[in-house]
């Protein structure tokens, strides 16, 4: 076997043991550091369409946290995401979605500068810190909840995971290309992201 042949197998052995070590963080992730009462809840951003409109995964994600400001988890919503995808400020059409199923304005707390999942962390705690919130049920969709754990675990705030339910339950094709991107998003996150992309609340 030459040089080429060897790293070539030297590569695919190190790819195999990065993924392995994504999935193996995703099943050990963190859920929660705490099991008291909530200050806030945190909606993590999903991009609007390219009308300003929400799909149906930012409509689950503000509508499981509307559900949980009725149940009285916490007495305001953080709302996270800038214009990640598009011109559309993700809080922003999220704000509108969460006051139009009547959320009062006074309540909602927009984040419009975040561009992924560590700026939302990071740029949501700034707010609890600002206005001094300890804890905070943090909202997004299933498969997303691992990485989200990840991050947050390295935020000084009190959280908790929730999974927003999808509108409608997701082909099986859908479910595992959403799960695979997770994983390689995981996978970025631990060998570059979270010391490249550091972000201090």
């Known amino acids: 076997m030459g040089r080429l042949g ?16 994504a999935v193996l963080a995703r099943r050990f992730a963190p859920a929660s550091n705490t099991s008291l009462g909530f200050d806030a809840i945190i909606v993590l951003g999903s991009p609007a369409d390219d009308d300003g409109n929400p799909t149906p995964e930012q ?8 559900r949980e400001y009725e149940r009285g988890v916490a007495p305001r919503l953080i709302l996270t ?4 995808r598009n011109r559309f400020v993700e809080a922003d059409v999220m704000a509108r979605t969460a006051a139009a199923q009547g959320i009062p304005p006074s309540t909602i707390f927009v984040e419009t500068r ?10 949501s ?9 300890h804890s905070a049920e943090v909202i997004s969709s299933a498969s997303h909840l691992s990485r989200a754990g990840l991050i947050f675990s390295g935020m000084p705030i009190k959280w908790e995971m929730h999974a927003a339910p999808p509108l409608q339950p997701p082909s099986a ?4 290309g959403e799960t695979l991107l997770e994983v390689l998003k995981t996978a970025r996150y631990l060998t570059y992201a979270r010391w490249a992309e550091r972000c201090e609340p």
């Open 114 to 123: 975040a561009l992924d999942t560590i700026q939302n962390a990071c740029y």
């Open 173 to 176: 094709i859908y479910s595992s």
């Open 125 to 133: 705690t700034r707010i609890m810190q600002a206005h001094g919130w």
């Open 81 to 84: 995401g800038g214009a990640a």
């Open 6 to 21: 060897r790293f070539v197998i030297t590569l695919v052995l190190l790819v195999v043991c990065i993924l392995a070590w």
């Open 59 to 66: 409509l689950s994600r503000v509508t499981e946290g509307v």
